[in-house]
């Protein structure tokens, strides 16, 4: 009890359960194994949040991550507020926009260290609309009262710092969320006659999502499957909905598969990850598809350009453009098996050399002891 007493407290904050099992569930179990207590904020849902209670405390805060209501997000604000004055942590983590925003300026009023993590900048920025202006004027503000700000590609770091946002002294480049290269390792798998192609992502405009359904079909023959994993998100209204999944599904173009815990698997029984984003923080199922040396087609934009070198590890294609992302697919499928193996394995090197989740989370202690001293 007294060991526990004295040990400093982080706090890792996130718009979902799924997020923090899947994506902030090493750095949590990281920092326990380096003498730290963490606790994990993060909307209940039934199902993922069980896991993470059985091996670190838990807080459930009401979070919208696509809520647009002012007054929830003030309800978000003040209940993280009575959290941390009650928990009190020595350092809070922040990753995606609402904590980033309502957590940093909460942990500042409590005199709390905050860490943010600029994971990509997500629709509101790219649509540039009335929503952008709020939400820049609440990262201004909140950035103010952050310690530190991680961004996961050099673009998004010039954009804020261009813009005001934040000051040079707080920020520093990592290589995304990391990857881990065991886990996510090259295995050799007995592939059919058919060649597969695999986009890993939300079912979402900004995500290139129809692009991918455009050139899927003009490329559609019987030796070729594309398949999508991801979900549908109805409260998005750029997204695929139901009714075009499975009109889809029925024509034969796209294979879908729902969300999976288990994306290696999938990365085992395909031939080239494909992601056509219109823009990304440090797009994690390509640095997925890279360690497990898998060819990979990306568009040439933030985020995708610092992840995958262009005819080395992978090739680029134009943002919006479906002709291209299909000229680009037919050069994959016209490469010999010998090429597309060198290419794969450049790309495991890359994330060996620059991407291993190990940087990331050696960097993330080595900040946190620092704002301790």
């Keep these: 009890m007294e060991k526990e007493f ?11 359960s799924w997020q923090a099992y899947n994506f902030r569930l090493n750095l949590a179990q990281y920092l326990t194994r380096v003498g730290y207590k963490v606790i994990i904020f993060a909307p ?25 209501n002012p007054f929830q997000d003030i309800k978000l604000f003040f209940s993280l507020f009575f959290h941390y004055r009650k928990i009190k942590p020595d350092v809070v983590l922040n990753f995606t926009i609402k904590p ?21 900048l997500g629709t509101v920025f790219i649509k540039k609309n009335f929503i952008t202006k709020i939400v820049q004027k609440l990262y201004r503000i909140s950035l103010s009262c952050t310690n530190k700000v991680f961004f996961q590609n050099k673009d998004d770091l010039d954009l804020f710092l261009k813009q005001n946002f934040v000051s040079n002294d707080k920020c520093s480049l990592i290589p995304g969320s990391g990857v881990d290269t065991s886990k996510f390792c090259p295995t050799v798998v007995k592939k059919n006659d058919t060649f597969r192609f695999l986009m890993v992502a939300r079912l979402i405009k900004d995500k ?56 290696k698997s999938f990365l085992d029984k395909v031939d080239c990850v494909v992601l056509p984003s219109y823009r990304e923080g440090s797009p994690r199922s390509i640095m997925e598809a890279s360690a497990t040396a898998l060819p990979v087609i990306v568009t040439d934009v933030p985020g995708c350009r610092q992840v995958v070198d262009d005819g080395v590890t992978g090739l680029y294609c134009k943002v919006r453009d479906s002709k291209d ?46 704002l301790l001293n």
């Design 100 to 120: 980033n925003i309502y957590s940093a300026i909460a942990a500042k009023f409590l005199d709390i260290k905050s860490i943010n993590n600029v994971t990509g």
């Design 325 to 370: 992302l299909k000229n680009k697919m037919e050069n994959i499928i016209t490469m010999t098996v010998r090429e597309r193996e060198k290419m794969g394995q450049r790309g495991r090197k890359k994330m060996l050399e620059q991407f291993d989740e190990l940087i990331v989370l050696e960097q993330y202690t080595k900040t946190i002891a620092n």
């Design 6 to 16: 004295s040990m400093k407290k982080i706090a890792i904050v996130l718009n979902s």
């Design 44 to 68: 209940k849902d039934g199902h993922y949040c069980h896991y993470i209670e059985k091996k670190f405390d838990f807080v459930d805060i009401k979070l919208q991550p696509n809520g647009m």
């Design 208 to 263: 290139g999502i129809f692009e991918y359904v455009e050139a899927a079909k003009t490329l559609q023959n019987k030796s070729i499957e594309f398949w999508v994993l991801g979900e549908s998100q109805p409260a998005n209204n750029t997204a695929l909905s139901k009714d075009e999944i499975t009109k889809l599904s029925n024509q034969g173009s796209i294979i879908f598969f729902d969300r999976t815990d288990d994306v």
